[in-house]
T-cell receptor, first 113, second 117 residues
Framework: GNSVTQMEGPVTLSEEAFLTINCTYT??????LFWYVQYPGEGLQLLLK?????DKGSNKGFEATYRKETTSFHLEKGSVQVSDSAVYFC????????????FGTGTKLQVIP | DARVTQTPRDKVTEMGQEVTMRCQPI?????VFWYRQTMMQGLELLAY????????DSGMPKDRFSAEMPDATLATLKIQPSEPRDSAVYFC???????????????FGSGTRLTVV
């Protein structure tokens, strides 16, 4: 079945540092890949997505590139802010059938001033 | 921005009581999920509807949980009887799935925080 593996957290960074959160996946076919962000006390929000190999999703300074050869979708940001502190979830939907969402376990990011 | 609305926001109930959680998906979305989030288990898929028809509820304890979509504007998740181990945050999410590979992501509600004492 499908699975998503994220790096363990929490990740603690100083403001303006470079962020990478690793995500790898296992899936049949050609899944769509997503990053969601969850701020304290809120639901998950779609951050960015990519639907085919070599696509780059980007939003709010965050980027991730769909790498089929390494089955990865790592999240990056060049300069993090305190307001980026949240839990980040990597997710995929399979390309056929029911297209249900498979989530990773989430990576907590804490950015300190 | 269109939102997924969940009610109640918080619910505290005694063990054995019935709990009903409601979700209003975004108008025009054809897919609705129910997830449960706990610190120990993370996000668990409970039920999944497409065009109001249940497609997958394999993650849901059938003896006490039930999920329905009586119409396109309402999804419900019911627990009867509730137990302390059901304490969690329950999220509803909706999205528009048009076909193979045409997936635009899902919009989540703010969740219902359930505490069973």
């Amino acid at each position: 079945g499908n699975s998503v593996t994220q790096m363990e957290g929490p990740v603690t960074l100083s403001e303006e540092a470079f962020l990478t959160i690793n995500c790898t996946y296992t899936a049949t076919g050609y899944p769509s890949l997503f990053w969601y962000v969850q701020y304290p006390g809120e639901g998950l929000q779609l951050l960015l997505k990519a639907t085919k190999a070599d696509d780059k999703g980007s939003n709010k300074g965050f980027e991730a590139t769909y790498r089929k050869e390494t089955t990865s979708f790592h999240l990056e940001k060049g300069s993090v802010q305190v307001s980026d502190s949240a839990v980040y979830f990597c997710a995929l939907t399979n390309s056929g059938g029911y297209q249900k969402v498979t989530f990773g376990t989430g990576t907590k990011l804490q950015v300190i001033p | 921005d269109a939102r997924v609305t969940q009610t109640p926001r918080d619910k505290v109930t005694e063990m054995g009581q019935e709990v009903t959680m409601r979700c209003q998906p975004i108008l025009g979305h054809n897919t609705v999920f129910w997830y449960r989030q706990t610190m120990m288990q993370g996000l668990e898929l409970l039920a999944y509807f497409r065009n109001r028809a249940p497609l997958d509820d394999s993650g849901m304890p059938k003896d006490r949980f039930s999920a329905e979509m009586p119409d396109a504007t309402l999804a419900t998740l019911k627990i009867q009887p509730s137990e302390p181990r059901d304490s969690a945050v329950y999220f509803c999410a909706s999205g528009l799935v048009l076909g193979q590979g045409a997936d635009y992501g899902y919009t989540f509600g703010s969740g219902t925080r359930l505490t069973v004492v």
